[in-house]
Nanobody, 125 residues
Framework: QVQLVESGGGLVQAGGSLRLSCAPA????????MGWFRQAPGKEREFVAA????????KYADSVKGRFTISRDNAKNTVYLQMNSLKPEDTAVYFC??????????????????WGQGTQVTVSS
């Protein structure tokens, strides 16, 4: 069992930036793709971004392309989500997740094995 912990959420004005981080609670080694999802009140969880183990493959939801950047530092066992030009519609709980294996960056939630508890991002207008 891998417990993932997100950090970096908070309250920001529209147009501002935040950087989310995600790391396992205990240092562990596994070859995994990492993804970020979000869930707004009353809505289903949706894909935001994913990155392969090597970092060579990334995917983004259309709604965040050009504004969000996913990256990872395998030496630190950490994945990041840099969020720029934030909009009120980006308000949600953001979850990170890991999907075992290398060479892929899945966008479907069912392909992810481990999940964090989430961190709240609120963008005020």
């Amino acid at each position: 069992q891998v417990q993932l912990v997100e950090s970096g959420g908070g309250l920001v004005q529209a147009g501002g930036s935040l950087r989310l981080s995600c790391a396992p609670a205990r240092r562990t080694f596994s070859i995994s793709a990492m993804g970020w999802f979000r869930q707004a009140p009353g809505k289903e969880r949706e894909f935001v971004a994913a990155i392969s183990w090597s970092g060579g493959t990334t995917k983004y939801a259309d709604s965040v392309k050009g504004r969000f950047t996913i990256s990872r530092d395998n030496a630190k066992n950490t994945v990041y989500l840099q969020m720029n030009s934030l909009k009120p519609e980006d308000t949600a709980v953001y979850f990170c997740a890991s999907a075992p294996g290398g060479g892929w960056a899945p966008s479907r939630a069912l392909e992810y094995q481990y999940w964090g508890q989430g961190t709240q991002v609120t963008v005020s207008s």
